[in-house]
């Protein structure tokens, strides 16, 4: 979980036996309501756990996959 003023931040990655994804869930009132899941990369390979960071200004996904590499995903 990460936050930034009022917006709140949940990553977590899940394998369904195929593939790997990482989920994100996201509040923008300090986690009073929460917006639907939602599905931001996919990998059939090996993966990381996705880390929550933010530069101050914004938040971001960081993630590693063996076959696609680094991603750092800015949350819209």
Same mark, same amino acid.
């Given at each position: 979980m990460r936050a930034l003023d009022?917006?709140?931040a949940l990553a977590w990655?899940?394998?369904d036996g195929r593939k790997n994804t990482v989920h994100l869930r996201a509040s923008n009132d300090g986690?009073?309501?929460w917006g639907p899941d939602r599905i931001l !990369?996919?990998?059939? *390979?090996?993966?990381d756990y996705p880390l929550l960071i933010s530069d101050g200004q914004s938040l971001f996904?960081?993630?590693? !996959?063996r076959?696609? *590499?680094?991603?750092l995903l800015r949350l819209p």
């Open positions: 009022a917006r709140v990655l899940e394998f986690g009073t309501t !990369a996919e990998t059939a *390979g090996e993966a996904v960081s993630w590693n !996959a076959s696609d *590499g680094y991603r």
